[in-house]
């Protein structure tokens, strides 16, 4: 019998779980995520955890097949992770420090975002489909793409980062990248939030989301599920951008499937509905009928990447 783990690593949890060689998720659980420059005492925990695990289940170290760790950050081609901004990391070799401090092999890594679109095409959304684009709506915009059963993540590990596209070259604000402009300033929750308050303030309609000392991203799109002009808008607008971003990414990758994940796409078809609208707009019409579905494994996406990556490379 083989198994893996899957790991990802987030801003506040780290999630883990173990998966059989049947890719059947068995146990799964998280700790506290420690924030800092050195990597070594979030990996030793990790470590330890696995152990744990495998003392649990009465399960030898040598039947661990290998672990994939989903890294909140750009993993170039040689596997050094590029700096973990929201966890205080710098580069790092990530897998082959894993390896040395867990005594587990071989540690496959990834960015999270990449990893969580080849978890939705191997067992969520796209299971049926031979390539597809995947884009998370949650504090940032993440972006992963899946083709032809692989997952691509670029010579600089800077592939499927949808939410850095530029929308707009004359933004005068900076984005969490340091750049200008990104499609993530307006379409990430924190995004549609600050588009929300500028709306707010340049119209004059009236609009429940006034009455909120503190509008979220949820209450924006409920307001517009309940017909709310204003928030009409706003998610038009938001969605407008999301839909070019979509359709520009789709000139070049041309996937199957677009699938919609992150805390905000629990929205559910009507965010769908409305994006895929704006999209259609940019595209050739015979590109208009591409599928488009929400995602399916939510918060274990990037586990069941983890865990697909290291079948994959079995
Ligand atoms: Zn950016």
Redesign the pocket.
Known sequence: MEYCFGVDIGGTTVKMGLFSGEGELLEKWEIPTKKGTDSKPLLKAVGEEMEKCLSRKGIKKEEIAGVGMAAPGPVNEEGLLRGAVNIGWGDVFLGREAEKIMEIFPVFIGNDASFAALGEFTFGAGKDVSSLIMITLGTGVGGGVVLNGQVLMGKTGTAGEI??TTINPFETLT???G?KG?L?QYASATGMVRMAEKFLQESNKPSPLRQLDKITAKDLWEQAKKGDELALDITKYVSHLLGMAIANACYIVDPEMVVIGGGVSQAGQFLLKMIQEAYAQHVFPHCRDKKFALAKLHNDAGIYGAAAMVFEKK
Do not use: S
Request: net charge neutral; glycine share 12%; aromatic share 0%.
């Open positions: 939410g850095h984005c969490n990248c750049k990104c993530e």
